[in-house]
């Protein structure tokens, strides 16, 4: 089978109702000897199908295409949860300064979901600037978000989390009391050494 072809099918993969013939195709166009770039950059930024646009992004993400760079803060207001999810990885797969500037608005996302994992991706990123607008995130409505929220707040080890995670030892939820408690642990161990 010709390789344009192949990446047709694949691409027509994107839009199968069965989810994981759809994931199937992400890593199988990633390793084409020559995957059709511009048809994916142009799905992932224009298709009017959510799941093109997730599957096109991923698939770049995977081959760390120079659109990547371009297309992730735009991916981040994708109106599907879906495809904000893997622009969010991408950003911090590309790490860089503005990685916590990019990924900050998406601590408010109508998504929990989202929040969680733009908390997560905070977490992982283990940048400092993070800490004022996770601390605000220790009040959210959804208890999973607050928790993630002291979680990450304990990896990241700054002391100015001390008071917000204090106020978060004494949530409604036991888990996310807990997760403060040893949050604050974390932050004294950070100190005495």
Known sequence: MRASSKAAQLIAAF???????????IPALAALKSPPLETLRLLAEKSTQTV???????????????????????????????????????????????????????LKDASGGVRVQCVMHLSNLRDKRAV????????????????????????????RASSGLRRAAKDKR????????????????????
């Open 15 to 25: 839009r199968s109702r069965k989810v994981t013939q759809r994931e199937a195709a």
């Open 52 to 106: 093109e646009r997730h599957c096109a992004f991923a698939v770049l993400v995977q081959l760390r295409d120079r659109s990547v760079k371009k297309l992730a803060p735009k991916a981040l207001h994708d109106p599907n949860m879906s495809v904000r999810l893997v622009a969010m990885r991408a950003i911090v797969d590309l790490g860089g300064p503005n990685a916590v500037t990019l990924l900050f608005p998406l």
């Open 132 to 159: 004022p607008g996770l601390l605000k995130v220790l009040r959210d409505p959804r208890w999973y978000v607050r928790q993630a929220a002291a979680e990450s707040l304990g990896r990241i080890g700054d002391p």
């Open 174 to 193: 036991a888990c996310v009391a807990n997760s403060a408690c040893n949050a604050l642990r974390q932050l004294e161990a950070a100190s005495a050494k």
